[in-house]
């Protein structure tokens, strides 16, 4: 299925190796690892590390080139509403990426296969893949090709308010610090992680947030702030993932 996948995308043959690592979780490499290549990422979070500024880069000049009226404000919400998970798994969704994704036999029993973060990282850990053996314009177009109705209508993406976003301008008006988040707890297996994020302005602990990855903890603390200070984020928002 993954050759099929390759060469439907036009892509060359020698991709194969890199978007194979793109599409193995963590979990996976820990319960299978005699079947690994040793020259070679055990799996995808490096690629997905890599895949992710690549596709900001990408983002980011195609709404720089295209909204030439659009300050610097509506332009990081244009891209953050494009590359937040709901967006990525998106994608992945319509390049059945959760059919190719190979996971431990724990990830897969709590639903692993059709998880938003884990969809979302494999796009990207994909993105990542293509730009490393076939270059940066071949990972480009790639991107351009499958994100163009998203890149059109932003606002029609599927997804949780961005309300870090809306909390940091809100601060910023008001002459505040920028928040800041920190680790308290990350408890429970690799495949059922939860994590626990504080948020401080000014160095005082305002809320706490706890999720399944730590960038929805940061929402959450964000969304729980904001809830104690009465406040909403702007409609259409949805946030980043990066």
Do not use: W
Not at 47 to 68: C, M, P, Q, T
Not at 99 to 107: A, H, I, P
Not at 131 to 157: C, S, Y
Request: charged residues 30%.
């Amino acid at each position: 299925m993954l050759a099929e996948f390759i060469k439907r995308e036009g892509l060359p043959d020698k991709v194969l190796p890199a978007i194979n690592i793109a599409l193995t979780h963590k979990s996976y490499s820990n319960e299978f690892r005699a079947g690994l290549d040793p020259g070679l990422d055990r799996h995808n979070q490096r690629l997905e590390f890599l895949g992710d500024s690549v596709l900001g880069l990408v983002i980011a000049h195609h709404f720089y080139a295209s909204k030439r009226k659009t300050a610097e404000g509506g332009l990081t919400r244009l891209k953050a509403m494009t590359v937040c998970e709901s967006a990525l798994k998106q994608i992945a969704d319509t390049l059945e990426l959760g059919k190719m994704l190979r996971m431990g036999k724990g990830e897969i029993a709590t639903g692993g296969l059709a998880r938003t973060s884990n969809l979302a990282d494999a796009m990207e850990a994909v993105i990542g893949a293509i730009h490393l053996t076939a270059g940066f314009e071949t990972a480009q177009k790639f991107v351009l090709r499958h994100f163009r109705e998203i890149l059109d209508n932003p606002e029609t993406v599927e997804g949780s308010k961005d309300f870090k976003s809306a909390l940091q301008e809100m601060l910023a008006k008001k002459n505040h610090q920028r928040p800041e988040y920190q680790v308290v707890a990350a408890e429970g297996p690799d495949h059922d992680k939860e994590f626990t994020i504080a948020l401080y302005v000014s160095g005082e602990k305002k809320s706490e947030g706890v999720a399944r990855t730590r960038k929805q903890a940061e929402q959450n603390a964000a969304q729980a702030y904001m809830e104690k200070l009465g406040a909403k984020p702007a409609k259409g928002r949805s946030p980043a993932k990066g």
